[in-house]
């Protein structure tokens, strides 16, 4: 089973503060998710990613995919409260159908 | 709107007793998984399905089996329920081809006594 390591595991910040979070491993992958959970809810897809280097972009989100596909970063600009959650990346090696997950970074913004 | 549907959200059993999870799709997705979140551990993988009546197992099964006698439900089986279960429990649901957007249920949030 490969290992995806996030970092930080806890991340408390002001809003209107940015921060990245990142999500690394030895392997690499066909594609990269992430996810956001919020309390008492499953997770909920964000983005893929699936070309090494590829940015993607959803509003205050920036989403990177490493070059060589063993690593991705997730930016927030200009947090808000609402940013608040669990953020999980999950990668898929392309030869089994299921997701490897990592453990995530508990994202607070406080107002 | 897609939708992953477990039967509870929370839920108190006594250590021995079995206990039955229960999930449903309504996407028609070949895939259905069960998983186990436990605080700085993430999500791992207990059991998934690929197809009805078959079963792979995941990264933790150990204590656990699986049910999925139709496409749209994948049940999880705690045989013989211990503390060491205890633990908030997600299924989810995705289409045949690897590396697809997962759909969850909401959670069950299971304590054993």
């Known amino acids: 089973t490969q290992l995806l390591e996030q970092s930080p595991q806890f991340l408390s910040i002001q809003e209107g503060e940015n921060l990245t979070v990142y999500c690394n491993s030895s392997?690499?992958?066909?594609?990269l998710q992430w996810y956001r959970q919020e309390p008492g809810e499953g997770p909920v897809l964000l983005v893929t990613v699936v070309t090494g280097g590829e940015v993607k972009k959803l509003k205050r989100l920036t989403f990177q995919f490493g070059d060589a596909r063993k690593d991705s970063s997730l930016h927030i600009t200009a947090a808000q409260p609402g940013d608040t959650g669990l953020y999980l990346c999950?990668?898929?090696?392309?030869?089994?159908?299921?997701?490897?997950f990592g453990s995530g970074t508990q994202l607070t913004v406080l107002p | 709107d897609v939708k992953v549907t477990q039967s509870s959200r929370y839920l108190v059993k006594r250590t021995g007793e079995k206990v039955f999870l229960e999930c449903v799709q309504d996407m028609d997705h070949e895939n259905m998984f069960w998983y186990r979140q436990d605080p700085g551990l993430g999500l791992r993988l207990i059991y998934f399905?690929?197809?009805?009546?078959?079963?792979e197992k995941g990264d933790i099964p150990e204590g656990y089996s699986v049910s999925r006698e139709k496409k749209e439900r994948f049940s999880l089986i705690l045989e013989s329920a211990s503390t060491n279960q205890t633990s908030m429990y997600l299924c989810?649901?995705?289409?045949?081809?690897?590396?697809?957007?997962?759909?969850f249920g909401q959670g069950t949030r299971l304590t054993v006594v």
């Open positions: 399905s690929y197809d009805v009546k078959m079963k």
């Open positions: 989810a649901s995705s289409v045949l081809r690897g590396g697809t957007e997962a759909f």
């Open positions: 392997s690499v992958f066909s594609s």
């Open positions: 999950a990668a898929d090696s392309g030869s089994a159908r299921q997701l490897t």
